[in-house]
């Protein structure tokens, strides 16, 4: 008599493990020297993935889960970062956008691939829509394209929606707070949070022709809070003239 509840219980269990299997966990953003695992940073169309955040996992919504298309081979600045050392090191900062309009990650790509000087792909590495579900753009291995001829161990991160009178969801901005907790690297000289305007004033203090309201005033106004309270208010004095273009 008790076989049969019994046999149930177990293929319950079983269904439910196979129906969630656990997401892997990639450790390379917390590592100094490569890892195996920072190989998923490099793939063009990689599952979902979490990072460590402090205490907690955040979930990355991989390019295969949401159907991204190819990189576009007529595209611009699709360069990777060299793969033969720990990632980690080469990141000094990030830079917070916001996307003007709503988008989903797959109508993103659509814009960035077909705008006039069309990218090889989202010019981000993160997408956050207003539910807080983080999106990967590009691979975090391949360089940005976010922030003119400042892409290079410059992480992107845009919210989507238009964030100069509206504040984002607080989902929104918790999440931002996780990344940026998740993407900081414990070996690497970070210069800090920085917003698309706060890099466009630094790069061209004479030049307001190159100036950009992104991420509007009112997440720009958030995201100084939030590298305030993590201790992570831009150093950077001035742009490296001999940045590497990309
Ligand atoms: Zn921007």
């Not at 190819?70 to 990777?80: D, I, K």
């Not at 970062?81 to 709503?102: G, K, L, M, N, W």
């Not at 939030?226 to 208010?233: F, P, S």
Request: net charge neutral; hydrophobic share 35%; proline share 9%.
């Amino acid at each position: 008599m008790s076989r049969l509840p019994l046999s149930l219980l177990l293929f319950g269990l079983f269904t439910l493990s196979a129906a969630t299997p656990p997401l892997p966990l990639i450790t390379g953003l917390q590592a100094c020297q490569g890892l195996p695992e920072q190989q998923r940073f490099w793939a063009e169309n990689g599952a979902n993935y979490r990072l460590q955040s402090g205490p907690e996992t955040i979930t990355v919504i991989g390019r295969q889960t949401w159907g991204a298309r190819p990189p576009l081979p007529a595209g611009r600045s699709w360069q990777a970062y060299p793969q033969d050392a720990a990632f980690c090191p080469q990141i000094q900062r990030v830079t917070v956008h916001h996307t003007h309009s709503e988008y989903t990650a797959r109508s993103l790509q659509q814009r960035h691939q077909t705008q006039a000087d069309p990218k090889a792909d989202i010019g981000y590495h993160f997408l956050i829509d207003s539910e807080g579900q983080i999106y990967e753009g590009r691979p975090l291995g391949i360089i940005g394209s976010h922030s003119e001829k400042d892409n290079r161990g410059n992480i992107g991160i845009a919210l989507s929606g238009d964030f100069q009178e509206q504040p984002p969801t607080r989902a929104q901005t918790e999440t931002l707070r996780k990344l940026v907790m998740a993407l900081r690297c414990p070996c690497s000289d970070w210069d800090g949070v920085w917003t698309h305007r706060s890099r466009k004033q630094l790069q061209f203090p004479d030049a307001p022709e190159h100036h950009t309201l992104c991420p509007g005033d009112v997440l720009a106004a958030e995201v100084e809070t939030l590298a305030k309270n993590l201790d992570l208010t831009p150093k950077s004095k001035e742009i490296s003239k001999n940045a590497p273009k990309s």
